[in-house]
DNA sequence: ACCTATTTGTGCGTATGTATT
DNA sequence: CAATACATACGCACAAATAGG
């Protein structure tokens, strides 16, 4: 019978309660240990798992084994300007921010039909697949994926590992100046992939930018795949520029 | 001992197993019943659903009670332009998707620190908070809230309510014509107030939009932040226009 | 209309593993 | 080393929704 006082499950009930005296501010920072509050609250400690589950999973508390279960304290998000102009180094500068690309790995891979429509490019003509992890005060903030054509840009990725800028990269290949043809925005959790490399919890968010950039002339020079934490990152569009 | 034959956790193995039949299609649109999975994995029926509820985390798994667990379909997202003109109405027709408005709800609030000085008001100025739900197709897309200058804009509830368009509402209001100053693009779970009103799990992702709109002159006219389901939209921005 | 089998959801008890203090 | 606290795993039981006879 378990004694529901209405329709609601126990462990959604703990869950309410406990978020509602971190909302009270009861609860500032640390829970009490999973045994005590199952004892409070009359139910096993299993139950109590499953209500701090739920709070996890809306990123209400973070639970650290041997530790404790603490109360998220959410930062403010860090601007990142999307527009023409797209200078990853340049963007995080102006707001005091040093920041650092790495690079993981790299690769040919085979054009497929979307991605050779987005680089005019023939159906599985060579592509470089570069992949880096951004990192701003030796905190990763994002990861990205940038294919080029094999072609165009034969030396593209020793370029990107002598000068660790995609700018400079693609000075060296001839490509004076460029800029963002389209950006498009979307949202998931995160790739099992980029859990370890964003150093984030399994269920995080991620902005996902998909776009593509072009030279002067108009030709397509790269498509990149960039994944932000949500929680850390707020995208701006200025129409007029800055 | 469990038999662990590295360190990754059994209900993680099963998880990765069930993720790989589903990506070779070994498993198209029902996965067997969880005793059976749990048999088959050697693991208790708990082990299982551990499994199963990270993989409905990540949007990949829909269990349904009394009838089992399904892959989830993703449909193609909407594409969403955002860029100096924005009109509801006018993107989604492009798509040949016919679009509506719902008023939610409208209430006068006063304006806080940070919405006055997007409305370029004092602190304390009254505002028109007005709650709409966005629908395509009977499917809701999108929740959005507008505030506006309560002097500047005395009538601009009504004006929707008779209009069902906030584009006719501002003109009726004197605004001949107006664009967008900036937006920015973040993500979150979905608040419990709009699980209901979107139709959408407890746990899904919105792609958060806070913008300013501002008339010719470039006085500030709304201030207006929507919540957009992820896994079917995509916000595209486009320098050159279109 | 009813009953039954199937299947997921909830809850408790117990034991053990692992990281932190 | 010991105590504490979260993580994983198994087993059992029953509730609730669904589907079919």
Redesign the pocket.
Known sequence: ??A?DD?I?????VADAIRADIASGVIAKQ??????L?ERH??????V??A?AALSTEGLLR???????FVNAQPPRVIYPIGERVRFRENMMKQSIEPSGRLIGAERVAADARQAALLDVAVGAPLHRLERLAVVDGMPMSRSTSLFSVQRFPDIISAYAETGSITQALQKSGVSDYRRRETRITAERVSPNDVELLQCASDAIVLISNAVDIDMEGNPVQSVRTRFLADRFELSFKPDAD
Do not use: D, F
Not at 31 to 36: I, N, S
């Open positions: 019978m378990h529901l329709g499950s126990r462990w959604r009930r829970l009490p240990p999973e045994v005590e199952a009359g139910v096993n400690r299993h139950t798992r499953r701090i639970a650290e084994r041997g530790r404790g279960t």
